[in-house]
């Protein structure tokens, strides 16, 4: 099967950067929104993530990568909810801000810009890259 690319967002105050590299994988659980749901649903081992601090510096901080696919959220009161399991990569060696990936006409197609309160995102393999490049 293809990698798949994606973008996972965190409240640095719910779970940062810094705490999932500590960790070194995480249950990505708590997300309650149903297009993000479809999105962990399609996560397969294996695929690239990038995750963005979406408080304070508004920006791609890091890489991961799907290490378990959908298993049922136990954070979640209701059936259906799902979470998938991240493995930490590593971190950007510069951020890249918001600010840049709006201004980047590569990445004007992206979620991120278009539906920005979406925490689970998918990205095109060219999306992705562009977006690892601009943090080298």
Request: hydrophobic letters at 45%.
């Given at each position: 099967?293809?990698?798949?690319?994606?973008?996972?967002?965190?409240?640095?105050?719910?779970?940062?950067w810094?705490?999932?590299?500590?960790?070194?994988?995480?249950?990505?659980?708590?997300?309650?929104?149903?297009?993000?749901?479809?999105?962990?649903?399609?996560?397969?081992?294996?695929?690239?993530?990038?995750?963005?601090?979406?408080?304070?510096?508004?920006?791609?901080?890091?890489?991961?990568?799907?290490?378990?696919?959908?298993?049922?959220?136990?954070t979640?009161?209701?059936?259906?909810?799902?979470?998938?399991?991240?493995k930490?990569?590593?971190?950007?060696?510069?951020?890249?801000?918001?600010?840049?990936?709006?201004?980047?006409?590569?990445?004007?197609?992206?979620?991120?810009?278009?539906?920005?309160?979406?925490?689970?995102?998918?990205?095109?393999?060219?999306?992705?890259?562009?977006?690892?490049?601009?943090?080298?």
């Amino acid at each position: 099967m293809t990698t798949q690319y994606w973008l996972v967002k965190s409240e640095p105050e719910a779970y940062s950067w810094e705490s999932f590299v500590k960790d070194g994988q995480t249950a990505w659980t708590g997300v309650r929104n149903y297009a993000a749901r479809i999105h962990l649903n399609g996560m397969r081992r294996g695929d690239r993530v990038l995750f963005y601090a979406s408080g304070g510096p508004k920006a791609v901080i890091g890489t991961a990568e799907v290490t378990k696919p959908a298993f049922p959220d136990k954070t979640a009161e209701e059936p259906g909810w799902v979470a998938v399991e991240l493995k930490a990569g590593a971190a950007l060696a510069q951020p890249v801000t918001l600010k840049q990936i709006k201004a980047e006409p590569a990445l004007a197609g992206v979620m991120l810009i278009r539906q920005g309160r979406l925490s689970v995102m998918p990205l095109a393999k060219a999306e992705y890259e562009r977006i690892l490049k601009l943090g080298s």
